[in-house]
């Protein structure tokens, strides 16, 4: 008999729940136009739904002279900020309370003469925003062993972390950071719901044959999940939608696991779990029939 285990922790957290209700709103309630500059959430579904729906995904700020901004969950840069409020464009602040709260911190940390080093991904659009705030001197560490990049110079360093990092990863760079600067000042910024959710993914990739991570394919937080579920589970696949199901993977396993990132809506989920299923059935009455 198989078994299909679900995450208790699935589907929008509470940042993405929160950006995609006043973008909808917004559209909903505006008779100008309604724009984000670049996707509002890594999940390409989403973001088509909501383009359909009137909300336009831009590049680049001077695409826009009137209408209103949303600004993405994942925040934007003081210098695109600025450039919004030169050409006085409504906004609306969609962005994620737990990276306005990184933003504030990086401030705090550079008023009080800290070198600041931001543990991330340096190309995504969160790093970019922290780095806005954090000034010319900030370092960005991609991955532990780019510790030894970091120059002697620093004597005196304030740590952030992407806030979709995984725990354990951040401290084995700070136990490793620790040991080359003496004078450390550690803000732990990874939100409630990501630890929760690399908990809780850990806990049933132990106990399953077969886990699948459900999400947009540049979601960090969905990458990082699949990543932490691979360390114990190798039978592990991130995939976007339930058209990427391979059925000879379900083949002779007792045991699936799904969970998925935070941008992850329902009903992608629920296709999933439900072509899952489907599959179940038809080998079970296939079995029945050839017995």
């Given amino acids: 008999m198989k078994k299909i285990i679900v995450a208790k922790n699935i589907g929008f957290c509470y940042g993405v729940k929160r950006a995609i209700n006043l973008a909808e709103k917004t559209v909903n309630e505006t008779t100008e136009k309604v724009y984000t500059l670049g996707p509002i959430i890594h999940n390409p579904q989403v973001v088509q739904k909501l383009e359909k729906r009137g909300l336009n995904v831009i590049n680049d700020i001077n695409e826009i002279t009137n209408g209103t901004l949303i600004l993405r969950s994942h925040g934007i840069t003081i210098q695109q900020l600025n450039l919004i409020k030169e050409k006085k464009i ?10 306005k709260r990184a933003q504030n911190l990086v401030q705090e940390l550079k008023n009080d003469g800290y070198n600041i080093i931001i543990f991330g991904e340096k190309e995504h659009p969160e790093i970019q925003s922290l780095l806005s705030y954090a000034g010319e001197d900030a370092i960005v560490v991609e991955e532990i062993s780019d510790i030894k990049k970091i120059p002697g110079t620093v004597k005196k360093a ?7 990092q995984s725990k354990e990863k951040l401290k084995k760079f700070i136990s490793k950071l ?7 000042k550690v803000c732990n910024t990874i939100c409630a719901e990501t630890i929760k959710r690399q908990k809780e993914a850990v806990s049933i990739a132990r106990k399953v044959d077969l886990m699948f991570v459900i999400g947009g394919k540049n ?3 969905t990458t990082r ?24 993977l379900l083949r002779n396993r007792s045991k699936i696991g799904i969970i998925s990132g ?12 439900d072509k899952i299923k489907s599959f179940i059935y038809i080998n079970k009455q296939l079995s029945n029939i050839f017995k």
Avoid at 90 to 99: H, K, L, Q, R, S
């Fill in 178 to 184: 620790s040991k080359k600067i003496k004078n450390l």
């Fill in 90 to 99: 409504n906004v609306i602040d969609a962005t994620c309370p737990f990276v």
């Fill in 225 to 248: 999940l699949a990543q932490i579920c691979k360390r114990v589970n190798r039978n592990t696949y991130h995939i976007e939608t339930s058209e990427e199901l391979d059925f000879n």
């Fill in 262 to 273: 935070a941008s992850t809506p329902d009903n992608v989920i629920d296709d999933v779990i």
């Fill in 219 to 221: 979601s960090a937080n």
């Fill in 158 to 164: 304030g740590v952030i972390s992407q806030t979709t």
